[in-house]
């Protein structure tokens, strides 16, 4: 782990594996309360050095982070492909994204300015003039998934460093590895010692000390909604930033292309195992293009080669753990035993589990309503736009969200109607640009990430006046 500038060992260990070859491939410490009780007593000293960095300085290091990942980008892409579920192009895809966010941050952290306040506007403040400019908030904790091991970590490490705050990160216990390496990157492209701290352990001890730590000013998780709320119950009073994930709805109209959104949703729905907090779940067909969507989507899942994700044509790799393949298959046979029918799929061994399309999936099905994080997506017939529109609301989330039409009509109905942080038109609700607002409604969290907007959350503004 990285504490207090150096690189330590625990008073236990975790092993990291490969969830495809069940291989052990590393091991890391067992951090403990005390361990992050140490870490945010550095992060505090470190703190203090960031925020003394000029703005060029902070810029010039995370510039050179993404100059340094980019040199060593296959590296890094078998490091997520190995402990992860990634396959190793999908690996590659996110390393090239880190170092485009590594880049924006430094980009932002040059742009992070003020306005001018007009206080004569009041009467009696004629002589006063002054203006505003953004702080850092102090320490941040970030807790990170699985899902996206090194580009959700440079989400909240990139804008936090960017605004000149200390970092305590906590990279989910089953992919640590990326993580680890680009503190590495970090302190090899200028960091200062103490300013990122890294600590590796179970979130329900490590997590907690971190969240409850008042000395940590903003807590900044992305996982699951149950966590979130954990959170949010024992943070006390400091910023929140969470992104707890989706049911994603994609309707798609008789307008539209259909051989684009086939393979759109097919991506959206199957990238990553389907373990993608943004991936395609619900697709409703408007009913005179039902058919022939559902023929030429199945057809496209049924060819998917799953399973060894270091081979170049492999297009789907394991999901994280054996224990979540059969979460998903319980999921999936909950719906079938309620009247689902399995058009493809629902076969797998060990971790692996196949691309699986359901149709005919009741209402009161968990995989129905809540979020399945696996390669299931569910086909449903809607009459027409307005339908889709609200069976699409109705469920507690609200992350992304698409529609499928060559009607610009249509496409801004849609956009006012859907009930989520982004819409995206002719595109799958898996599409997401690191500079872009993201972040949702309804139980799928709080505040934005993107990295201008993450940085925004990261500081605060301090107004300056002076009575001349």
């Given at each position: 782990?990285?504490?207090?500038?150096?690189?330590?060992?625990?008073?236990?260990?975790?092993?990291?594996?490969?969830?495809?070859?069940?291989?052990?491939?590393?091991?890391?410490?067992?951090?403990?309360?005390?361990?992050?009780?140490?870490?945010?007593?550095?992060?505090?000293?470190?703190?203090?050095?960031?925020?003394?960095?000029?703005?060029?300085?902070?810029?010039?290091?995370?510039?050179?982070?993404?100059?340094?990942?980019?040199e060593r980008s296959e590296e890094f892409a078998v490091v997520i492909a190995r402990e992860g579920?990634?396959?190793?192009?999908?690996?590659?895809?996110?390393?090239?994204?880190?170092?485009?966010?590594?880049?924006?941050?430094?980009?932002?952290?040059?742009?992070?300015?003020?306005?001018?306040?007009?206080?004569?506007?009041?009467?009696?403040?004629?002589?006063?003039?002054?203006?505003?400019?953004?702080?850092?908030?102090?320490?941040?904790?970030?807790?990170?998934?699985?899902?996206?091991?090194?580009?959700?970590?440079?989400?909240?490490?990139?804008?936090?460093?960017?605004?000149?705050?200390?970092?305590?990160?906590?990279?989910?216990?089953?992919?640590?590895?990326?993580?680890?390496?680009?503190?590495?990157?970090?302190?090899?492209?200028?960091?200062?010692?103490?300013?990122?701290?890294?600590?590796?352990?179970?979130?329900?001890?490590?997590?907690?000390?971190?969240?409850?730590?008042?000395?940590?000013?903003?807590?900044?998780?992305?996982?699951?909604?149950?966590?979130?709320?954990?959170?949010?119950?024992?943070?006390?009073?400091?910023?929140?930033?969470?992104?707890?994930?989706?049911?994603?709805?994609?309707?798609?109209?008789?307008?539209?292309?259909?051989?684009?959104?086939?393979?759109?949703?097919?991506?959206?729905?199957?990238?990553?195992?389907?373990?993608?907090?943004?991936?395609?779940?619900?697709?409703?067909?408007?009913?005179?293009?039902?058919?022939?969507?559902?023929?030429?989507?199945?057809?496209?899942?049924?060819?998917?080669?799953?399973?060894?994700?270091?081979?170049?044509?492999?297009?789907?790799g394991p999901l994280i753990t054996e224990e979540e393949a059969r979460r998903v298959e319980g999921?999936?046979?909950?719906?079938?035993?309620?009247?689902?029918?399995?058009?493809?799929?629902?076969?797998?061994?060990?971790?692996?589990?196949?691309?699986?399309?359901?149709?005919?999936?009741?209402?009161?099905?968990?995989?129905?309503?809540?979020?399945?994080?696996?390669?299931?997506?569910?086909?449903?017939?809607?009459?027409?736009?307005?339908?889709?529109?609200?069976?699409?609301?109705?469920?507690?989330?609200?992350?992304?969200?698409?529609?499928?039409?060559?009607?610009?009509?249509?496409?801004?109905?849609?956009?006012?109607?859907?009930?989520?942080?982004a819409v995206m038109v002719n595109d799958s609700t898996d599409y997401r640009m690191d500079a872009?607002?993201?972040?949702?409604?309804?139980?799928?969290?709080?505040?934005?990430?993107?990295?201008?907007?993450?940085?925004?959350?990261?500081?605060?503004?301090?107004?300056?006046?002076?009575?001349?």
């Open positions: 782990m990285l504490v207090d500038g150096e690189w330590t060992e625990g008073e236990g260990e975790i092993p990291v594996q490969d969830p495809y070859s069940g291989e052990i491939i590393d091991t890391v410490p067992r951090a403990t309360a005390r361990d992050a009780e140490r870490a945010v007593t550095a992060a505090v000293e470190g703190y203090r050095v960031s925020r003394d960095l000029s703005t060029g300085q902070r810029a010039r290091i995370l510039r050179r982070a993404g100059e340094l990942l980019e579920s990634k396959t190793i192009r999908e690996a590659r895809k996110e390393v090239y994204r880190c170092t485009l966010t590594l880049r924006l941050s430094a980009e932002e952290a040059t742009r992070n300015q003020g306005e001018t306040v007009i206080f004569d506007q009041q009467e009696g403040s004629e002589g006063r003039r002054g203006y505003y400019t953004r702080v850092p908030v102090g320490v941040v904790a970030a807790i990170t998934p699985f899902n996206d091991p090194l580009n959700l970590v440079a989400h909240k490490v990139g804008p936090a460093l960017a605004g000149g705050n200390g970092v305590v990160l906590k990279p989910a216990t089953v992919t640590p590895l990326s993580a680890l390496k680009l503190a590495e990157l970090l302190l090899e492209a200028g960091l200062p010692p103490r300013v990122l701290n890294v600590i590796t352990g179970p979130g329900s001890t490590v997590g907690e000390a971190l969240v409850t730590d008042p000395r940590v000013r903003m807590v900044s998780f992305t996982g699951g909604v149950e966590a979130g709320l954990r959170i949010t119950r024992k943070a006390g009073l400091k910023k929140l930033g969470m992104e707890l994930g989706s049911n994603s709805p994609v309707v798609v109209l008789e307008d539209a292309d259909l051989e684009a959104a086939v393979e759109s949703c097919v991506s959206g729905a199957f990238w990553a195992a389907g373990q993608n907090c943004i991936g395609v779940q619900r697709i409703y067909l408007q009913e005179t293009m039902a058919s022939a969507f559902q023929e030429a989507f199945v057809a496209r899942a049924r060819a998917y080669k799953v399973g060894p994700k270091l081979e170049e044509d492999c297009d789907m999921w999936v046979r909950e719906a079938v035993e309620k009247g689902a029918r399995v058009l493809c799929g629902d076969e797998g061994e060990g971790a692996v589990y196949r691309p699986t399309v359901l149709t005919d999936v009741p209402e009161d099905a968990t995989i129905h309503s809540e979020e399945v994080f696996g390669p299931v997506v569910s086909l449903y017939t809607v009459k027409d736009l307005e339908e889709g529109i609200r069976r699409s609301n109705a469920v507690d989330f609200g992350l992304q969200a698409a529609v499928f039409t060559s009607s610009l009509a249509s496409a801004f109905r849609a956009v006012d109607g859907l009930e989520a942080g872009m607002p993201f972040g949702g409604m309804k139980q799928s969290g709080l505040g934005r990430e993107g990295v201008p907007f993450a940085l925004q959350e990261m500081t605060e503004p301090r107004t300056v006046c002076f009575n001349l």
